[in-house]
């Protein structure tokens, strides 16, 4: 007895010199790199002739990823009635959207990466513009929009500046012939993700609020960051929130080391925890590299230089809901297979058979806590989902991809993409293309599937009564598939490049047609009487 007593008295003393030596180390490893970076800064930007923030690596991946095919913007536009004027416009734009440094700052690239520098000729008439659209027939208007929103996606921002635009259409007509304005908004997406963009959306409108103030560090800024990275941050908060699990885990490691009495009759159980989430990462890992390509369709192909865009009018969110719940699945899963019906419906119209086909969307998984979206930068991964678009049967093809999205519930291919971004941050531009051309490769579309107010908002006292967006296609992808539920309505938005889809409104048309078929069939389902 005093024997064990000895032993484990000696093992925590034992324990406790590790853990004292391996803070020491850290906190010696933690200077000697703050002393390198600082010296790295000091070079490089003496070297460049400029001072800033260094961009992250996920952000640099996105900045270099712009091709003839596909610039990295966010597009989005708002439809307002009554309209607005150019100068109520930029008097909201002075007042909140510059409030976050990115929207004055442009940015420098170099040979390690990018740099954010405030823009010392900036100009707000350089980035609120009026746009006039071409006289259109009655009844086109929207078409002409459609058609101007469509030559702005391939249209790159200056990049002397900062790196976005908001074209202001004034008279623009609506359904009823009453005057409002149209907003198109061209936001590069290195700047933010879809969700940071949310939280600026919020802050522009009325009644919304400002970005918290954000805290100036210390911090130096201006120089690569490679060594603090590889050596002190192997995962970011993000990482560890996303791998929860994974976290908790460790935790148990730690206080087992910490109290080795208590923890040797785990070590067994923990071992195997470690191995299970070890053999998942792994398995996720080797399911993204061995993707089998997409249905050969007429959506994937090489694309050309030209985009065309469409959006269709909303569909009642309660309706959908409505369908949801009696056929126990989620609004996500009614409208993902709105898409699979309606894009296969547009193959059968040209002649394809779709049965037993299905085509990868990558879609956008957030990867951050909403207080946290003012801070802007890109905190996503990519998840592929497999579209059933063979399934004719529509209640068959909601409990598909009902199956389908609930195996990607639990998956680390997020984080795993997220890595992927990070680490073709790092690389030169052709090296980044070469390992980002495997998910374009195995892809025909990115798909976004966002929830916006349930209640239409105000911006400078007039109403949006529409609101659309679309995020970008990277490498050969072609399609983009956008779901924005807003003012108690789910609306459906498509980009596609003109070569390989001249005309996305032909899929757009039926969307509605879709969930019109999956709603009857519902009714005509056998329900049991209570």
Same mark, same amino acid.
């Given at each position: 007895?005093?024997?064990?007593?000895?032993?484990?008295?000696?093992?925590?003393?034992?324990?406790? /010199?590790?853990?004292?030596?391996?803070?020491?180390?850290?906190?010696?490893?933690?200077?000697?790199?703050?002393?390198?970076?600082?010296?790295?800064?000091?070079?490089?930007?003496?070297?460049?002739?400029?001072?800033? +923030?260094?961009?992250?690596?996920?952000?640099?991946?996105?900045?270099?990823?712009?091709?003839?095919?596909?610039?990295?913007?966010?597009?989005?536009?708002?439809?307002?009635?009554?309209?607005?004027?150019?100068?109520?416009?930029?008097?909201?734009?002075?007042?909140?959207?510059?409030?976050?440094?990115?929207?004055?700052?442009?940015?420098?690239?170099? $040979?390690?990466? =990018?740099?954010?520098?405030?823009?010392?000729?900036?100009?707000?008439?350089?980035?609120?513009?009026?746009?006039?659209?071409?006289?259109?027939?009655?009844?086109? /208007?929207?078409?002409?929009?459609?058609?101007?929103?469509?030559?702005?996606?391939?249209?790159?921002?200056?990049?002397?500046?900062?790196?976005?635009?908001?074209?202001? &259409?004034?008279?623009?007509?609506?359904?009823?012939?009453?005057?409002?304005?149209?907003?198109?908004?061209?936001? /590069?997406?290195?700047?933010?993700?879809?969700?940071?963009?949310?939280?600026?959306?919020?802050?522009?409108?009325?009644?919304?609020?400002?970005?918290?103030?954000?805290?100036?560090?210390?911090?130096?800024?201006?120089?690569?960051?490679?060594?603090?990275?590889?050596?002190?941050?192997?995962?970011?908060?993000?990482?560890?929130?996303?791998?929860?699990?994974?976290?908790?885990?460790?935790?148990?490691?730690?206080?087992?080391? %910490?109290?080795?009495?208590?923890?040797? %009759?785990?070590?067994? %159980?923990?071992?195997?925890?470690?191995?299970?989430?070890?053999?998942?990462? $792994?398995?996720?890992?080797?399911?993204?590299?061995?993707? @089998?390509?997409?249905?050969?369709?007429?959506?994937?192909?090489? @694309?050309?230089?030209?985009?065309?865009?469409?959006?269709?009018?909303?569909?009642?969110?309660?309706?959908?809901?409505?369908?949801?719940?009696?056929?126990? =699945?989620?609004?996500?899963?009614?409208?993902?297979?709105?898409?699979?019906?309606?894009?296969?419906?547009?193959?059968?119209?040209?002649?394809?058979?779709?049965?037993?086909?299905?085509?990868?969307?990558?879609?956008?998984?957030?990867?951050?806590?909403?207080?946290?979206?003012?801070?802007?930068?890109?905190?996503?991964?990519?998840?592929?989902?497999?579209?059933?678009?063979?399934?004719?049967?529509?209640?068959?093809?909601?409990?598909?991809?009902?199956?389908?999205?609930?195996?990607?519930?639990?998956?680390?291919?997020?984080?795993?993409?997220?890595?992927?971004?990070?680490?073709?941050?790092?690389?030169?531009?052709?090296?980044?293309?070469?390992?980002?051309?495997?998910?374009?490769?195995?892809?025909?579309?990115?798909?976004?599937?966002?929830?916006?107010?349930?209640?239409?908002?105000?911006?400078?006292?007039?109403? &949006?009564?529409?609101?659309?967006?679309?995020?970008?296609?990277?490498?050969?992808?072609?399609?983009?598939?956008?779901?924005?539920?807003?003012?108690?309505?789910?609306?459906?938005?498509?980009?596609?490049?003109?070569?390989?889809?001249?005309?996305?409104?032909?899929?757009?048309?039926?969307?509605?047609?879709?969930?019109?078929?999956?709603?009857?069939?519902?009714?005509?389902?056998?329900? +049991?009487?209570?």
């Amino acid at each position: 007895m005093v024997t064990r007593i000895a032993a484990q008295e000696a093992a925590q003393q034992v324990t406790q /010199h590790v853990i004292t030596q391996a803070t020491k180390a850290a906190k010696t490893t933690r200077r000697a790199a703050r002393i390198v970076q600082k010296n790295v800064t000091s070079a490089v930007s003496g070297a460049l002739g400029f001072s800033g +923030e260094r961009m992250t690596k996920v952000d640099t991946a996105w900045l270099r990823m712009d091709s003839p095919s596909n610039l990295m913007m966010v597009v989005g536009i708002w439809v307002l009635r009554p309209g607005v004027t150019k100068e109520a416009l930029v008097e909201r734009v002075e007042e909140r959207l510059m409030k976050y440094n990115r929207f004055s700052q442009r940015v420098v690239e170099d $040979a390690a990466g =990018a740099t954010w520098v405030q823009d010392a000729d900036f100009d707000i008439h350089r980035h609120v513009v009026i746009e006039k659209l071409p006289k259109s027939a009655k009844g086109q /208007h929207q078409t002409a929009l459609q058609n101007r929103v469509a030559e702005l996606t391939m249209q790159p921002l200056d990049r002397q500046h900062p790196l976005w635009q908001l074209h202001l &259409i004034e008279n623009y007509p609506g359904p009823n012939g009453e005057k409002g304005s149209a907003l198109i908004v061209r936001i /590069h997406h290195c700047i933010a993700d879809g969700i940071a963009l949310i939280s600026v959306t919020t802050s522009l409108v009325d009644g919304g609020t400002p970005p918290p103030e954000r805290v100036k560090k210390n911090a130096p800024s201006g120089a690569e960051d490679w060594l603090a990275d590889a050596v002190l941050k192997p995962f970011t908060n993000m990482t560890v929130r996303a791998l929860g699990g994974a976290g908790e885990r460790t935790a148990k490691t730690l206080r087992m080391l %910490s109290e080795p009495q208590q923890g040797l %009759s785990n070590t067994l %159980s923990n071992a195997v925890d470690m191995a299970k989430l070890a053999l998942h990462v $792994a398995s996720d890992l080797a399911a993204m590299a061995l993707m @089998p390509d997409d249905s050969k369709t007429r959506l994937k192909g090489k @694309p050309g230089s030209t985009k065309r865009v469409a959006w269709c009018q909303p569909i009642p969110l309660e309706e959908v809901r409505a369908v949801g719940k009696a056929l126990n =699945a989620s609004i996500n899963d009614v409208l993902l297979s709105c898409v699979a019906g309606a894009i296969g419906e547009y193959l059968k119209s040209h002649g394809d058979d779709p049965t037993g086909q299905e085509i990868r969307a990558m879609v956008p998984v957030n990867l951050r806590p909403m207080e946290e979206a003012y801070k802007l930068g890109n905190r996503f991964g990519l998840a592929p989902l497999v579209l059933p678009i063979g399934v004719a049967n529509p209640i068959e093809r909601v409990y598909e991809v009902r199956r389908r999205m609930n195996e990607m519930k639990g998956s680390y291919q997020p984080l795993l993409a997220f890595s992927l971004l990070s680490v073709a941050g790092r690389l030169g531009k052709p090296a980044q293309d070469a390992m980002l051309n495997l998910f374009g490769k195995k892809t025909t579309a990115v798909m976004t599937n966002v929830p916006g107010p349930k209640v239409k908002l105000k911006f400078c006292g007039s109403t &949006i009564e529409e609101n659309m967006f679309w995020v970008p296609q990277s490498g050969d992808v072609g399609l983009g598939v956008s779901i924005l539920s807003y003012g108690g309505g789910v609306q459906f938005g498509v980009i596609t490049d003109s070569t390989l889809c001249p005309d996305p409104q032909a899929i757009i048309d039926r969307f509605e047609p879709e969930f019109s078929k999956l709603s009857i069939v519902t009714l005509m389902l056998p329900w +049991e009487e209570k």
